[in-house]
C-alpha cells in the first residue's frame, strides 16, 4: 500500500541544523518531494529528487534518499526563525499523477 | 507568472449548506489536482484533470463532492450538502510535463473550510 510517515514536531535553536525524516513504502515512486507550508500560506515546493539519486543539495538544503530503507530526509543548515513551518514529504508513483503525502513535521525554531 | 489561486480562502458554512471553491491553474497547465487535509492529518489526493476530463477521481470521498473543469482553464469543487467531517483544507495543483518526464505540481494556497 501507499503510506508515508513523518514525526509530527522538530524543535531546535536559530543556527543549527534540522534533520527533518521521512519514510515511504511504495517502492514503485519515482519522485520524492518537500514543501514547506509556512502559518496561513498554501504550499511552497523546496525541493524534490528523483528516485535513483542518492543525494541533492540547493543552498542550505540537503535532501538524502535510502532507497533500500525507503528513508528520505531534509537537512537545513543553519536554520533561522524564518524556517519555523510545516514541511510535508510526498511522493509520486510510477503510472499515477497523484501524490501521496506524510502527515508534516511543524518544525519549531528557537531564538 | 501568476501561480495557482484559489478562491476563497476561508468559508464558514452550516451543515447542509453548499459551498463552492475555485481553483485556477497556473496558464497553460492542463493538469489540475484537488487534494484536502483533514485537521492535522495527511494532505490526501482527491481527484485529477487532464484540460476538462477527469482522470481519475478515485480519492474523492462520497457523491456530495462534485468537480468540474469546463472549458480546460478554471475549475470548481463544489460540496453538496455539506457535512461535519468536510471541515479542512482544499488544495489545488496544477502541472505540466516536463521534457525528462518530471511533472511537480504547483500549489494553491488552499481554501479552508470549516462546516459548522
Known amino acids: 500500500g501507499e503510506d508515508v510517515e513523518q514525526s509530527l514536531f522538530l524543535s531546535v535553536r536559530e543556527g543549527d541544523s534540522s534533520v527533518i525524516n521521512c519514510t515511504y513504502t511504495d517502492s514503485s515512486s519515482t519522485y520524492l518531494y518537500w514543501y514547506k507550508q509556512e502559518p496561513g500560506a498554501g504550499l511552497q515546493l523546496l525541493t524534490y529528487i528523483f528516485s535513483n539519486m542518492d543525494m541533492k543539495q540547493d543552498q542550505r538544503l540537503t535532501v538524502l534518499l535510502n532507497k533500500k530503507d525507503k528513508h528520505l530526509s531534509l537537512r537545513i543548515a543553519d536554520t533561522q526563525t524564518g524556517d519555523s513551518a510545516i514541511y510535508f514529504c510526498a511522493e509520486s508513483i510510477s503510472g499515477t499523477y497523484k501524490y501521496i503525502f506524510g502527515t508534516g513535521t511543524r518544525l519549531k525554531v528557537l531564538a | 507568472e501568476a501561480g495557482v489561486t484559489q478562491f476563497p480562502s476561508h468559508s464558514v458554512i452550516e451543515k447542509g449548506q453548499t459551498v463552492t471553491l475555485r481553483c485556477d491553474p497556473i496558464?497553460?497547465?492542463?493538469?489540475l489536482y484537488w487534494y484536502r487535509r483533514v485537521m492535522g492529518k495527511e494532505i490526501k489526493f482527491l481527484l485529477h484533470?487532464?484540460?476538462?476530463?477527469?482522470?481519475?477521481e478515485s480519492g474523492m470521498p462520497n457523491n456530495r463532492f462534485l468537480a468540474e473543469r469546463t472549458g480546460g482553464t478554471y475549475s470548481t469543487l463544489k460540496v453538496q450538502p455539506a457535512e461535519l467531517e468536510d471541515s479542512g483544507v482544499y488544495f489545488c495543483?496544477?502541472?505540466?510535463?516536463?521534457?525528462?518526464?518530471?511533472?511537480?505540481?504547483?500549489f494553491g494556497p488552499g481554501t479552508r473550510l470549516l462546516v459548522l
Open positions: 495543483a496544477s502541472s505540466q510535463a516536463l521534457a525528462d518526464g518530471q511533472e511537480t505540481q504547483y
Open positions: 484533470f487532464v484540460k476538462e476530463s477527469k482522470q481519475d
Open positions: 496558464s497553460g497547465h492542463d493538469n
